[in-house]
């Protein structure tokens, strides 16, 4: 069995143009880090760095390193690469607050000439504005969630490189849009945690719910290619889907479960500021 998932990554080769991509913006956040840290260390502090990077990092790995060759023989790998893109990398990049790093880390003719006019553009802005709304943030996710792993759209990406890119840009653009709305990251505009944002990811986690337990439980293999292309670890098509279900059904749920959790004691316990010390005069 190693022997037989060493030939699959055989056929991995180091992609320099991605790498070089992902270079440059954690370059870029890191310029920026710096210049903020000096007036804002509290709020740019290591974890954010950490937090980050952390983000670029599982996006290389996800669309980069050897997992994304397996990731084409094996359903259950597949899995493991989507569930990167959509539930690691979107949280980490925004907790790092890279909005501003990133302008500040550009160079002043770009950020002058080019990303200052992109912000300003009224247009521009209105779309973003409704685009990590909750409600269409929601949609855009669960939708092409869903919509790729329909039988004909999975399969067709399999079998057309380009495509599997766009589904990856997919999984990955939407995802950043539902998760900006959990962790509103600055200089957004802060909001109070309410039940309505726990049942934003509760209803999430039913949709990923309701489609693992598809994939598990159907007893025959749901996907064509990998019926007509077996791979050469020597796994059955159906043992892989039911170890991919099991991933998504697993980690995915951690995913949308602990942040719920997390929200629904802060909505439970109450948060009381420590009265202010009253010095009495004799």
């Not at 974890?47 to 023989?73: H, N």
């Not at 043992?239 to 479960?257: E, H, N, T």
Request: net charge positive; with cysteine.
């Amino acid at each position: 069995m190693p022997g037989s998932l060493d030939s699959l990554m055989d056929e991995w080769s180091f992609p320099w143009g991605l790498t070089a991509i992902i270079l440059v913006f954690a370059l870029l956040y890191l310029r920026g880090w710096l210049a903020l840290r000096k007036t804002r260390p509290d709020q740019f502090n290591s974890t954010r760095l950490f937090a980050f990077l952390g983000g670029l990092a599982c996006l290389w790995i996800a669309i980069c390193s050897p997992l994304e060759a397996v990731a084409d023989a094996l359903l259950s790998a597949h899995m493991i690469e989507h569930l990167i893109l959509m539930s690691l990398v979107p949280p980490l990049v925004w907790l790092g607050l890279p909005i501003v790093p990133l302008l500040r880390g550009l160079p002043a003719f770009l950020r002058k000439g080019v990303a200052n006019p992109l912000i300003r553009f009224l247009p521009l802005r209105w779309l973003s504005h409704q685009l990590v709304r909750p409600r269409y943030a929601w949609l855009a996710m669960n939708i092409t969630f869903l919509a790729w792993h329909i039988p004909a759209a999975y399969d067709f990406a399999l079998e057309n490189e380009i495509w599997h890119d766009v589904e990856h840009l997919c999984f990955l653009s939407t995802s950043m849009l539902f998760w900006w709305c959990i962790v509103n990251p600055w200089p957004a505009r802060q909001r109070e945690h309410s039940w309505g944002l726990l049942l934003y990811l509760v209803s999430s986690d039913f949709v990923n719910t309701g489609l693992s337990a598809f994939l598990a439980f159907c007893n025959r293999p749901v996907y064509a290619y990998y019926v007509n292309h077996p791979n050469e670890a020597g796994i059955l098509p159906l043992p892989d889907q039911m170890m991919g279900a099991a991933v998504m059904w697993v980690f995915g749920s951690m995913a949308f479960l602990i942040p719920a959790g997390a929200i629904t004691y802060s909505l439970l316990v109450p948060h009381t500021r420590p009265r202010a010390q009253v010095r009495i005069r004799a």
